[in-house]
């Protein structure tokens, strides 16, 4: 394993980095003044659209797809050290380079599951950023952590599929510019096997019977930058059955397959985000005083300050050491260091980022500073693309597995 950056890495990494600098950091208050002047608060600010302008300018575009026919055509380890950049303003960054969730995976499951048709229609505007997309899996009224659990029916009809059900939290369903869904559901939900049961079929945003029926709050916040999470109903959604990605009953393995590159991203981006934690609370640290004393020679906020360092280098080293894996052994190869990462990073980047608030005192829990806004991002990451008592319980098994 060598985590020495390549030419094209640094290159990309100096590039991101000025761009960060000029651009996206100033921008951050700028959109949110904008946003307050907006008609509808999930309209796209125009100093995003500014950002995407200057990034495809630059080439910072598309960074995530490892087929240079769609992107950048970047390693996951090349592509590592760029997405946690972009991690240090995860609501602005990501955007602005083509890079956020939930487009990436469905650009990704597009590119490897789609039919040169759905190609031509979704996955090309969707990489030039003309639309945005939203993949419709989580709903509310089972486990969905289970995906064998999911009810939403798919059900053929002659040329046509109809779609019924009812999905929640479904990221970027919001955005005025989302066109189009990727929903899950069960074409055969009485089969014999639990995971051939589901499919994937793709469901314009203006069919009959698509309902966006509110906006979903994640810790009072309305993440403006995913496009917002919805709860969206389908009722007797008519779709023609060329809509359909993949086979019927392929579902189940498009969902790990898109989920995988997913995990890894998320946990990139967590670790800029506990970078920039770590900064604002340095910062903090020596401008302010209590007790004779600024906060940074208190022995209680050193402690904080160097556990933080530990874990980031920590974290960073086993991402980086999956991405590898991902590139040299493939995803399943990962499996274990994929849900290793996606346990330990949210887990410990919300108590980094929860100590940069305490550093903070009331300003950290305030508008002020973006503590707050990093905190509960990265909590939803402990339940978002499976919960981590989900994974714990697939790793220990692989673990136990050895043993008898």
Same mark, same amino acid.
Not at 47 to 65: H, P
Not at 123 to 152: C, Q, W
């Given at each position: 394993?060598?985590?020495?950056?390549?030419?094209?890495?640094?290159?990309?990494?100096?590039?991101?980095?000025?761009?960060?600098?000029?651009?996206?950091?100033?921008?951050?208050?700028?959109?949110?003044?904008?946003?307050?002047?907006?008609?509808?608060?999930?309209?796209?600010?125009?100093?995003?659209?500014?950002?995407?302008?200057?990034? +495809?300018?630059?080439?910072?575009?598309?960074?995530?797809?490892?087929?240079?026919?769609?992107?950048?055509?970047?390693?996951?380890?090349?592509?590592?050290?760029?997405?946690?950049?972009?991690?240090?303003?995860?609501?602005?960054?990501?955007?602005?380079? %083509?890079?956020?969730?939930?487009?990436?995976?469905?650009?990704?499951?597009?590119?490897?599951?789609? #039919?040169?048709?759905?190609?031509?229609?979704?996955?090309?505007?969707?990489?030039?950023?003309?639309?945005?997309?939203?993949?419709?899996?989580?709903?509310?009224?089972?486990?969905?952590?289970?995906?064998?659990?999911?009810? &939403?029916?798919?059900?053929?009809?002659?040329?046509?599929?109809?779609?019924?059900?009812?999905?929640?939290?479904?990221?970027?369903?919001? %955005?005025?510019?989302?066109?189009?869904?990727?929903?899950?559901?069960?074409?055969?939900?009485?089969?014999?096997?639990?995971?051939?049961?589901?499919?994937?079929?793709?469901?314009?945003?203006? &069919?009959?019977?698509?309902?966006?029926?509110?906006?979903?709050?994640?810790?009072?916040?309305?993440?403006?930058?995913?496009?917002?999470?919805?709860?969206?109903?389908? #009722?007797?959604?008519?779709?023609?059955?060329?809509?359909?990605?993949?086979?019927?009953?392929?579902?189940?393995?498009?969902?790990?397959?898109?989920? *995988?590159? *997913?995990?890894?991203?998320?946990?990139?981006?967590?670790?800029?985000?506990?970078?920039?934690?770590?900064?604002?609370?340095?910062?903090?640290?020596?401008?302010?005083?209590?007790?004779?004393?600024?906060?940074?020679?208190?022995?209680?906020?050193?402690?904080?300050?160097?556990?933080?360092?530990?874990?980031?280098?920590?974290?960073?080293?086993?991402?980086?050491?999956?991405?590898?894996?991902? #590139?040299?052994?493939?995803?399943?190869?990962?499996? &274990?260091?994929?849900?290793?990462?996606?346990?330990? &990073?949210?887990?410990?980047?919300?108590?980094?980022?929860?100590?940069?608030?305490?550093?903070?005192?009331? *300003?950290?829990?305030?508008?002020?500073?973006?503590?707050?806004?990093?905190?509960?991002?990265?909590?939803?990451?402990?339940?978002?693309?499976?919960?981590?008592?989900?994974?714990?319980?697939?790793?220990?098994?692989?673990?136990? +597995?050895?043993?008898?």
């Amino acid at each position: 394993m060598d985590f020495a950056y390549d030419a094209r890495t640094e290159e990309l990494r100096a590039k991101l980095l000025a761009f960060m600098d000029e651009h996206v950091y100033p921008a951050e208050a700028t959109a949110e003044e904008q946003r307050a002047l907006l008609t509808s608060p999930w309209d796209t600010p125009a100093v995003v659209e500014e950002l995407k302008a200057e990034a +495809k300018r630059q080439g910072l575009w598309n960074l995530f797809l490892p087929d240079a026919e769609y992107g950048a055509g970047l390693t996951n380890l090349q592509y590592a050290p760029l997405a946690e950049i972009t991690g240090r303003s995860p609501h602005l960054a990501p955007t602005a380079l %083509n890079c956020a969730a939930p487009d990436t995976g469905n650009m990704e499951l597009l590119a490897q599951f789609g #039919d040169e048709a759905q190609k031509k229609q979704w996955l090309e505007p969707l990489l030039t950023g003309e639309i945005r997309s939203a993949f419709a899996m989580t709903e509310p009224e089972v486990a969905s952590s289970d995906a064998t659990n999911i009810e &939403t029916r798919i059900r053929r009809d002659g040329d046509s599929y109809v779609v019924d059900g009812r999905k929640w939290y479904i990221s970027g369903a919001m %955005n005025p510019d989302c066109r189009i869904f990727i929903v899950m559901g069960k074409t055969d939900p009485d089969g014999a096997d639990p995971r051939r049961q589901q499919s994937m079929i793709l469901v314009p945003r203006d &069919t009959p019977g698509v309902e966006v029926r509110r906006a979903m709050r994640v810790y009072g916040y309305e993440d403006h930058s995913h496009g917002g999470h919805a709860e969206v109903i389908f #009722d007797g959604v008519r779709v023609p059955a060329s809509h359909l990605i993949g086979e019927e009953g392929g579902g189940f393995a498009i969902a790990q397959a898109r989920l *995988g590159p *997913g995990r890894i991203h998320h946990c990139m981006r967590l670790i800029g985000m506990a970078e920039r934690a770590v900064e604002l609370m340095c910062r903090r640290a020596v401008s302010r005083t209590a007790f004779g004393k600024t906060i940074a020679q208190q022995g209680v906020v050193q402690n904080w300050i160097a556990d933080a360092r530990v874990t980031i280098e920590q974290l960073r080293l086993l991402v980086l050491k999956t991405a590898w894996l991902m #590139d040299t052994v493939g995803n399943r190869g990962a499996h &274990t260091e994929i849900q290793a990462i996606k346990i330990a &990073t949210p887990r410990a980047v919300v108590d980094i980022i929860d100590k940069a608030v305490q550093a903070h005192g009331a *300003g950290g829990v305030s508008q002020d500073f973006p503590l707050a806004e990093l905190w509960a991002a990265a909590r939803t990451l402990k339940l978002a693309d499976g919960p981590d008592e989900v994974h714990q319980r697939s790793l220990a098994r692989r673990e136990l +597995k050895k043993y008898l």
